[in-house]
């Protein structure tokens, strides 16, 4: 089932911008999960954020999560034309092995 | 560095003829998964894989079918395949256990059902 749904679908910055995306879920999860995927590629893991957890860092990016809101955010502080791709968020659910996908949200980085 | 492998980047096949779609990963994970992928829709499970000769159906299993008969090789096999299974297919593997929730994703399958 559905469960991730970020928000806005589709981005389109200047390099040395920073680009924002959220995401969205339903129910209570134990983590929440960035990924990134480059056109006809694989998804590569970016970063996780735990339920306990509001926010997190790894290298330029910035991950947030309110789970009160039942949010999370994804922050890329000064984008490069390389960041161009397609951000996943996946939320964690329960006891068992498995993410819940989002529907993407696409990313554009003018050089 | 983990690495998940994919038979085929690209694949034609016409309607009605079975296919396999493999992968195969190099660091002994316990699950594996199969998804597809599709504009508008995001990622949806087909099926997934607990450990060997272990699996269970995701949220689209309806004509697919899977197989682990070894740890390394998780096998999506359509046994008819239909035009409105046209898609990219993504396997998926991870270890098992708490503090081990990332999936690592293969390069993709982009199928072509005619």
């Known amino acids: 089932s559905q469960q991730g749904e970020e928000d806005p679908q589709a981005l389109s910055i200047q390099e040395g911008e920073n680009a924002t995306m959220n995401c969205s879920y339903k129910?209570?999860?134990?983590?929440l999960q960035w990924y990134r995927q480059n056109s006809g590629r694989g998804l590569v893991h970016l970063i996780l954020?735990?339920?306990?957890?509001r926010e997190k860092h790894s290298g330029r990016l910035r991950v947030t999560l309110d789970t009160s809101k039942k949010s999370s955010s994804l922050l890329i502080t000064a984008s490069r034309a390389a960041d161009t791709a397609s951000y996943f968020c996946?939320?964690?659910?329960?006891?068992?092995?498995?993410?819940?996908f989002g529907k993407g949200n696409q990313v554009v980085v003018i050089p | 560095d983990v690495k998940v492998t994919q038979s085929s980047r690209y694949l034609v096949k016409r309607t009605g003829e079975k296919v396999f779609l493999e992968c195969v990963q190099d660091m002994d994970h316990e699950n594996m998964f199969w998804y597809r992928q599709d504009p508008g829709l995001g990622l949806r499970l087909i099926y997934f894989s607990y450990d060997v000769k272990m699996k269970e159906k995701g949220d689209i299993p309806e004509g697919y079918s899977v197989s682990r008969e070894k740890k390394e090789r998780f096998s999506l096999i359509l046994e008819s395949a239909s035009t409105n299974q046209t898609s990219m297919y993504l396997c998926?593997?991870?270890?098992?256990?708490?503090?081990?929730?990332?999936?690592?994703f293969g390069p993709g399958t982009r199928l072509l059902v005619l």
């Open positions: 998926a593997s991870r270890r098992a256990g708490m503090g081990q929730e990332t999936q690592y």
């Open positions: 996946a939320t964690a659910l329960g006891g068992n092995n498995r993410l819940a």
């Open positions: 129910t209570s999860i134990n983590n």
């Open positions: 954020i735990r339920s306990n957890e």
